[in-house]
């Protein structure tokens, strides 16, 4: 025996009496609830009614609410393909750096050719 799977995709906020109701009558209440029914002529025409609110797909069995919310589960984790390249002597300078300042030692510096102040002296780093 085939089912009909119908998927509430719109809202039903604002629209007439009549339609809320053929949706309650299908047992849908809620955004991206699904419900299973049997392919007869009454579903077919409450569907028709509510055609541009809801997903239909014909499917040979009924799921339980475990495996619909297995199905709509992404992928858990992610996959590693290739480990970037560390900096390693950057990050050991900017630690040391950092670690200087924490314990008030004096930085080393370092002096740039041709850089100079506006009043004079060397510029260092």
Partial sequence: MSYFRITLHRSAIGLP???RAVLAALGLHKRSQTVYHPVEAQFAGMIMKVKELVKV?????KLTKWEVQAERRPDSGFY??????????EGQKMGGRVLARLRGEP?????VEGLTRENGGEVRI
């Fill in 17 to 19: 009496q009549r339609t």
């Fill in 57 to 61: 797909q014909e499917v040979d069995k």
């Fill in 80 to 89: 590693l393909e290739k480990m970037a390249p560390r900096m390693e002597d």
């Fill in 107 to 111: 930085e080393e510096s370092k002096v």
